[in-house]
């Protein structure tokens, strides 16, 4: 079975360009998080979505991110425009439910020049 | 709110060794904890969770850990460290109220070296 799929793998960008993150989480999971790791830390969820719904963003910097799911499968995850201090892995994970094991893919390197 | 505090963010052992990866947590009602091991360039791989049965969990690659409600503490142990085991490991507590439930907390990693 696919795991967590995540493109691109790498990605590098000039500050204030726009970047877009895409995930395939594993068939059947409902429930889909992207999380952000900056280097040398742990990762920190962003979103959270119960199939198409984001149920908890309240980590998420709308002025510059946004995130979708349309059908409740893929996700994207945007940044517009990119700054300095974005320069991250974003990982995307999924779980068949909330009480559930999360699945993680390898990640996006984003790094901004 | 949830926090996790990993101590020591480099461990480095000899091949056969004992890993001890200490691992405290914060967490105002009974907490889902999980250990995640990362090799370089991937993704995190769940190494085990503890989710309110026994103490004591036992998890992929010979790892376990053992569950401390008085001391705050999951710390994860290996009785023979082997080379392939060099890697980065996330210590996570899982928030088990509102909109929040499920959301993992990490500690800020420690990266083990094994030594030949």
């Known amino acids: 079975e696919a795991g967590v799929v995540q493109s691109p793998r790498y990605k590098i960008i000039e500050k204030k360009q726009p970047v877009a993150f895409w995930c395939n989480p594993i068939?059947?999971?409902?429930?889909l998080y992207w999380y952000r790791q900056n280097l040398g830390q742990g990762p920190e969820l962003l979103i959270r979505?119960?199939?198409?719904?984001?149920?908890?963003d309240s980590q998420l910097p709308k002025d510059r991110f946004s995130a979708e799911r349309l059908k409740g499968v893929d996700s994207t995850l945007k940044i517009q425009p990119a700054e300095l201090g974005d320069s991250a892995v974003y990982l995307c994970?999924?779980?068949?439910?909330?009480?559930?094991?999360?699945?993680f893919g390898q990640g996006t390197r984003l790094t901004v020049v | 709110a949830q926090s996790v505090t990993q101590l020591g963010s480099h461990v480095s052992v000899s091949e056969g060794a004992l890993v001890l990866l200490r691992c405290n947590y914060s967490s105002s009602v009974p907490p889902y904890l999980f250990w995640y091991v990362q090799y370089p360039n991937q993704g995190l791989q769940l190494l085990l969770k503890y989710t309110s049965a026994a103490t004591l969990v036992k998890g992929i690659n010979g790892f376990e850990a053992e569950f401390k409600k008085s001391e705050t503490s999951f710390h994860l142990t290996k009785p023979s460290a082997h080379m392939s085991d060099a890697a980065e490991y996330f210590c996570?507590?899982?928030?088990?109220?509102?909109?929040?439930?499920?959301?993992?907390?990490f500690g800020q990693g420690t990266i083990l070296t094994v030594h030949p």
């Open positions: 068939s059947g999971h409902n429930t």
């Open positions: 994970a999924s779980s068949a439910d909330i009480n559930t094991e999360a699945f």
């Open positions: 996570a507590v899982s928030d088990l109220g509102g909109t929040s439930y499920g959301k993992l907390t």
């Open positions: 979505y119960e199939n198409e719904e984001a149920v908890d």
